[in-house]
């Protein structure tokens, strides 16, 4: 069973502020990495994918990979009260299936 | 373009009722992906098309789940005899290779 860890939160930030979110998975052999942002009676958005170790930008936010660690992270920098929401880590398992990790709750304070 | 649209929005029924759930992908997305989402909860898969065929149903909870596409596009989730434990959003997604999903807005089922 291949696993997609992250905190539940919520992480609370002050506006400005940067938020660091954590993602551990266990499938040595993933290749692609997904952040998804989801909003409070939403569906969930696509922000970030990430397929080389290092780090991805794209505007405020940043993706960092460490395949050797089986970590993946999202940095969103000069939080807003409108990043408030749940982010979903995912990664591809089986038949181009995504993973899901139940999400870490993100709160970003005027 | 167009995204990937659900309907109904919401659908409230009675136990033991079945329901009809349909998605309809972003045009020339071959793939398509079913997942549950219970109030506070994280993603459920519960099957996945290749065009018309589901290589990967491992995900449906119980046998009055099921699921069709037809003509490489729009696919229906039925759910037969529905339980109390069936209310949840249901989520498709259709897939932009490699692995990008984009997600509908999903269909809130309530059975009472």
């Known amino acids: 069973q291949k696993e997609v860890e992250q905190n539940s939160g919520p992480l609370s930030v002050p506006e400005g502020a940067i938020a660091s979110l954590n993602c551990t998975y266990s499938d040595r052999g993933s290749q692609s990495f997904f952040w998804y942002r989801q909003y409070s009676g939403k569906s969930p958005e696509l922000i970030m994918s990430i397929y080389s170790n290092g780090d991805k930008e794209d505007g405020r936010f940043t993706a960092q990979l460490n395949k050797a660690s089986q970590y993946v992270s999202l940095l969103i920098r000069d939080s807003q009260p409108s990043d408030s929401a749940t982010y979903l880590c995912?990664?591809?398992?089986?038949?181009?299936?995504?993973?899901f990790g139940k999400g870490t709750m993100l709160l970003v304070s005027p | 373009g167009a995204g990937v649209s659900q309907s109904p929005s919401n659908k409230v029924t009675e136990k033991g009722k079945d329901v009809e759930l349909r998605c309809d992908p972003i045009?020339?997305?071959?793939?398509l992906y079913w997942y549950r989402q219970s109030l506070g909860q994280g993603l459920e898969f519960l099957i996945y098309f290749q065009g018309n065929s589901a290589p990967d149903k491992s995900g449906l909870p119980s046998d009055r789940f099921s699921a069709e596409r037809t003509g490489g596009s729009v696919s229906t989730l039925t759910i037969q005899r529905t339980q109390q434990e069936d209310s949840a959003v249901y989520l498709c997604a259709s897939e932009e290779p490699p692995d990008t999903q984009y997600f509908g807005p999903g269909t809130r089922l309530t059975v009472l």
């Open positions: 995912a990664v591809p398992s089986g038949y181009s299936t995504l993973t």
């Open positions: 045009s020339g997305h071959t793939a």
